[in-house]
Nanobody
Framework: QLQASGGGLVQAGGSLRLSCVVSGRTFSDYAMGWFRQAPEKEREFVFGISRSGIRTSYADSAKGRFTISRDNAKNTVYLEMNSLKPEDTAVYYC?????????????????WGQGTQVTVSS
């Protein structure tokens, strides 16, 4: 089970830290990713991290503003979001892939959390 949290309402320029706790599985066996989906838009990749946390990948929209990290001892992956913009408004999902490191396609991820809403006001 993947449980995402940390979303909320924030003003433009503000920050949020999303967390995703994985239970019932060996967390370090999975690459992790964050995706987001805005109303009437496709789900899009935001950030990914390898099993060990050494490798990361990100979307252009996240570059320089967002950071991903994981704590394998706490079975948790984080998404630190700074300098938020109204266009970052979406439901954010964490996902787990059964590979060491994976890419940006949702189809590469086997397990998904329920999502947490992020709303950025202008």
């Amino acid at each position: 089970q993947l449980q995402a949290s940390g979303g909320g309402l924030v003003q433009a320029g503000g920050s949020l830290r999303l967390s995703c706790v994985v239970s019932g599985r060996t967390f370090s066996d999975y690459a992790m990713g964050w995706f987001r989906q805005a109303p009437e838009k496709e789900r899009e990749f935001v950030f990914g991290i390898s099993r060990s946390g050494i490798r990361t990948s990100y979307a252009d929209s996240a570059k320089g503003r967002f950071t991903i990290s994981r704590d394998n001892a706490k079975n948790t992956v984080y998404l630190e979001m700074n300098s938020l913009k109204p266009e970052d408004t979406a439901v954010y999902y964490c996902a787990a892939a059964t590979t060491y490191f994976t890419g940006s396609s949702p189809g590469e991820y086997a397990y998904w959390g329920q999502g947490t809403q992020v709303t950025v006001s202008s």
